[in-house]
């Protein structure tokens, strides 16, 4: 089936679309947008969460199982899955035998780019939510009305996604895993920064770098590309851009940012920070654009990582009819997609603090982030995500946490992989024999005792992972995200 096909199949209005593992974070938000859009909605999870419970609530018929019989009473023209899914589901075979399409989620999501005359996508191994929340809620306060999918809750929007009244403009979160971006169209892309990552997928650094120039090579000539102008890895990734789509080459409108004394291709970066300070822990700078003054932002939000997530959300913004005033205020006002550094509240006096935090580098970040806000005891817990990663990555996880005085494990955390032979305790092992005095739990409960018991007044708790971030909110007494 070709694209005009799909397109026709999947967003004509009241056509029937059912949502393989719907409650997931990326699969509700495209669930809901199909329901704004005029589609007749289902799907089904294997839990009940709270992202479930709100599709009800909109009149989306959830089955909480996953069986043959739910695609025979439903009957969808199409089915929409996700990586997670594998092809032997009892749904996905029901869809097979009766001849429904069968459309992995990045595609759809794809497909849904190509309905918007401008489409930003927000690419990179870490910040992709926080900027893709930051250039959105600037595009919003500019009033140029985008549709937005995040791969977060976002207060503003209470819940992941928002629809816009027009097919002008989309923002959207580009992920490399299983090369899902690939599928994407963009006219506006980015690329935050090159790390090492999903190393069950690409097993070296020089696998990932291609990914991203694969993802840069499908933009077409006059499209905007925003780059970090201090991303070592940033010229590699264009030049194979370049031999993969020659027609690039000097075609692509590159827009950089970075700070001052950085250069990009000899140059100055197009967008650059100046006067970089922090007030209680919080970045305050001065940016200029093409050397003219842009004028002072301030954030909610802590970290240089952020102020590196802000550059490139004003860029996109910018560069898709955004002014300084729409960039301060939304920025001014931004507190966080959730889990990027969410304060949960307190729990005897001590600060609580959400962090997706799943990569060596953003561990770093998010620590030296914490670091600047005052505390008496800082402790960082972390929970690995995917086994795969936590093998492949065990050094930079060993040298991020053997940075802070009080690290603490949590067992890996993962819902796809079937090799569960490495252990969370085997980074705490090593970390120990660095002479840090860290801690190792296999389950939740005593990982959230053990931290009842010891946090007091002043102290600091960074709770960064998947699951293990529930304790943040289970210590504050945090039921609402969007209060």
Known sequence: MNIGDLKKLIFTPN????????????????????????????????????????????????????????????????????????????????????????????????????????????????????????CSLILIEQGLDPTVHLGAELKQFKTTVRPGSNNNLMVSEACEFGKSFLHFYSTTATVLNIEHDHVDIFPTIDDVIFAFAEFVALLEPGSNLVVPAFDPLIPNMLDQAYKINPELKNKLKIFSFGYSGDKFEGQSPDLCCESLRF????????????????????????????VDNAMAAIACAYLNGAEYEAARKALAEFTGAEGRFTETGSYNGARIIADYAHHPDSITA??????????????????????????????????????TTNPILMEVYDDREKDHSFSSMIIA?????????????????????????????????????QDVRTIADNLAGREDHFA
């Not at 305050?284 to 954030?299: A, M, R, W």
């Open 15 to 134: 056509n029937k679309i059912f949502f393989v593992g719907i409650g997931g974070i990326s699969m509700c938000g495209l669930a809901e947008l199909a329901k704004h859009q005029g589609m007749e909605v289902s799907g089904s999870d294997l839990q009940v969460n709270a992202r479930t419970k709100y599709l009800e609530s909109l009149d989306i018929v959830v089955y909480h199982g996953q069986t043959a019989a739910n695609i025979e009473e439903f009957m969808p023209d199409a089915i929409v899955y996700t990586l997670a899914v594998p092809e032997d589901n009892p749904e996905r075979t029901k869809a097979r035998e009766l001849g429904i399409p069968e459309i992995e989620r990045a595609v759809y999501l794809g497909l849904l780019n190509r309905n918007y005359q401008q489409t930003i996508n927000i690419a990179g191994t870490n910040g992709k939510t926080t900027t893709t929340a930051m």
């Open 429 to 465: 092992t090593r970390i120990q024999e660095k002479g840090v005095n860290a801690l190792f739990f296999d389950s939740l409960n005593k990982l959230e005792n053990h931290l009842r018991e010891i946090l007091q007044p002043g102290d600091l708790a960074i709770i960064m992972g």
């Open 366 to 403: 998010t620590l030296e982030a914490a670091e600047k806000i005052p505390h008496k005891n800082l402790y960082a817990i972390f929970q690995p995500i995917t086994f795969s990663r936590a093998k492949g990555l065990a050094d930079g996880f060993v040298t991020a946490l053997s940075k």
């Open 279 to 306: 007030v209680e822990g919080y970045p305050v700078f001065s940016l200029t654009v093409d050397n003219k003054s842009f004028g002072e932002i301030k954030l909610k939000i802590p970290g240089k990582y952020n």
